[in-house]
């Protein structure tokens, strides 16, 4: 496989929606040396990340994520991401190698100028996302730390995304048959869109 060294540069548009998640429910997909950090009593927060990266990226690939929680190490809170799939093999192998990012292939099928996109492994349907109306925001830069582990090492790295976010109605599916459907087993709290989307993804370092 082929794939850019860290950092990677990926442009495009993507939804994110926000979920508050027992806790309990939360536990099996995020390893017991991380702490989980509380949104509201017995909840975390975490959410679903639909994305399209092309001219200008790294690489071209969509990408569907799904954050189990917000976790703590080193008195730093980060993401945990559980589940990740794209449809680039050298994307699967990048992010495998360089951030153990537990990434597999599946097949996006993007409809209705984008608003709608349907995620599939072989037959099975992964989750679906539908958006519909959207409230404009103002372009801005965000940061956020993302845990994952490689090799038994745990290792922290940033992204910046800088986008014209929007806020959006939004309607997510995730079967029952969907590798996360106990995790993600209610609807949004929130959902957001950003469009001209311009993320960093900077290499790991290992934490303590």
Known sequence: MSYPQAPWTLKGFAFQTLHLIDI???????????????????????????????????????????????????????????????????????????????????????????QRVVVQQDDRVLCSLSSSWRVSLVRQAIAFPVYSLLNSNFLRFNATASANFGWIGAKLEVPEVSPFASVIDTMPISAFSADSLELRVDGPRVVA
């Open 24 to 114: 309990a429910k939360a536990s099996p997909f995020i390893p017991p040396e991380l702490a989980i950090v509380s949104a509201a009593p017995d909840k975390t927060l975490g959410g679903v990340y639909f994305s399209q990266y092309g001219t200008g990226s790294s690489l071209e690939y969509n990408e569907l994520i799904v954050v189990a929680g917000v976790v703590r190490r080193e008195q730093t809170i980060g993401a945990w991401v559980s589940h990740i799939y794209v449809d680039n093999p050298d994307s699967v192998a990048g992010g495998r190698e360089i951030w153990g990012m537990p990434k597999e292939l599946a097949t996006f099928d993007w409809q209705a100028g984008a």
